[in-house]
C-alpha cells in the first residue's frame, strides 16, 4: 500500500469519526470537502469510495445508505459510556478543573461533533469544589512506580494556615513511607501507607502530597504481613469496613431507621452487606464499620437513622450533640 493510500485512509477515517453518526451521513462529496478544510489534502471522490471499502474490510463499522452516503456508527464508547466517564472525570475533586476539562475533551472526541453537542454542558464545571494541585496524576504515577518496585516514598504533605494559605506541614517534614494501596474514594485518591514512627496505616490524600520521590535504599512491607489487612481476603473488603478510610476499631452496628426512604443511604454506603430487619413497625438494620466512621456517618444522618448500638459510639454521639447544642446556645 503507498504512503498516498495510508494517508487517504486516516483522513477519511477521522472525517466519518468526527462528523458522521448513526443521524448524519456524509456524500463523497462532503467528505472530499472535509478533508480539504481539515488536513488541507486534496481527495478526489472516487478515492473515497475505495478507502471506506477498505476500512469496511477492517471491520470498521460503516453504513452506507442510498442518497444519504455514510456513517462511522461503530465506535470505541458509545454515547452512554462517554456520559458515564466524563461524569466520573468531573465528579472527582482529585482532578484539577482545567486537567478535568481536557480528560473530558480527550473523551469525547470518539464522539461525532453532533453527539458532542448533547454533553456540552459536563465541560462547564470548572467552578466544583477541587483540589488545585496539578501534579496529582504525577504523584499517582510515582506511588504506582514504587508500589511496582517495592519502594518506600519520602514526600511533604500539605495543611492551611490561618489565611487560609496552603503550606507543608510541620515546616516542610519530609515524611517517609512504606505504600500499601492507592484508592479513590469519594471523588478523591488517597494513599494508606505504613509509617514506621507511628507503627501502623495511615491514610494520606494524594492532591495534600508534594515533593514525591522514591526511596531506592528501602524496600516495600507486604500489606498482607501488616495487622490493618492481616484479617481481609483484599482491599474491597477492608474498604466496606471503613468507609470513610478512617483507621480504627471495625465494631457491628444496629440502626434505626426513619423510614423506607432511608434504607438508600445505609444501602448506599453499606451495601449488600448491610442486614435491614424489622423492630415491630420500625425499619432497622446492622452494619458493620470502623468506629470513627460510622461516628461521622451517624452524624452525617441524623436526622435519617438513630445508632443503637455500640454504646462507645451512642455515647460519643450524645457527648458531639451536647457540645453543638452548647455552642449554639452560647452564639
Request: neutral net charge.
Amino acid at each position: 500500500m503507498s504512503e498516498g493510500s495510508r494517508a487517504n485512509i486516516y483522513y477519511v477515517y477521522r472525517v466519518l469519526e468526527n462528523y458522521s453518526d448513526s443521524e448524519h451521513f456524509l456524500s463523497q462529496k462532503d467528505i472530499c470537502d472535509l478533508i480539504s478544510k481539515g488536513f488541507h489534502v486534496e481527495v478526489e471522490k472516487k478515492t473515497i469510495g475505495r478507502t471506506i471499502e477498505v476500512l469496511i474490510n477492517l471491520d470498521f463499522d460503516i453504513q452506507k445508505k442510498p442518497r444519504r452516503g455514510f456513517a462511522l456508527v461503530g465506535r470505541r464508547f458509545d454515547e452512554s459510556e462517554i456520559k458515564f466517564l466524563v461524569d466520573a472525570v468531573f465528579s472527582s475533586k482529585a482532578i484539577p478543573g482545567k486537567m478535568a476539562q481536557k480528560l473530558a475533551s480527550r473523551l469525547s472526541e470518539s464522539l461525532s461533533v453532533h453527539e458532542r453537542k448533547n454533553y456540552s454542558y459536563l465541560l462547564k464545571s470548572g467552578d466544583v469544589n477541587r483540589t488545585e494541585n496539578k501534579q496529582v496524576f504525577y504523584n499517582i504515577e510515582i506511588i504506582n512506580e514504587a508500589i511496582r518496585r517495592g519502594k518506600w516514598i519520602a514526600y511533604q504533605y500539605m495543611t492551611y494556615d490561618k489565611t487560609g494559605k496552603e503550606i507543608p506541614r510541620f515546616e516542610g517534614y519530609i515524611y517517609h513511607a512504606s505504600p500499601c494501596y492507592l484508592i479513590s474514594n469519594n471523588g478523591n485518591y488517597y494513599l494508606l501507607a505504613f509509617r514506621r514512627g507511628k507503627n501502623k496505616v495511615l491514610t494520606w490524600r494524594v492532591d495534600y502530597m508534594r515533593e514525591i520521590s522514591i526511596m531506592e535504599d528501602r524496600e516495600r512491607l507486604d500489606p498482607k504481613t501488616l495487622e490493618e489487612f492481616s484479617a481481609y481476603k483484599d482491599i474491597t473488603e477492608y474498604m466496606n469496613d471503613h468507609i470513610y478510610l478512617f483507621g480504627g476499631e471495625v465494631v457491628d452496628a444496629v440502626l434505626k431507621l426513619k423510614g423506607e426512604y432511608a434504607i438508600s443511604y445505609v444501602k448506599d454506603w453499606f451495601g449488600s452487606s448491610a442486614k435491614l430487619f424489622l423492630d415491630g413497625d420500625t425499619i432497622c438494620a446492622k452494619v458493620r464499620c470502623d468506629e470513627n466512621a460510622l461516628f461521622y456517618w451517624a452524624m452525617q444522618y441524623g436526622n435519617h437513622i438513630t445508632l443503637i448500638s455500640p454504646e462507645k459510639v451512642v455515647n460519643r454521639i450524645l457527648e458531639a450533640a451536647q457540645d453543638m447544642m452548647n455552642k449554639y446556645q452560647t452564639n
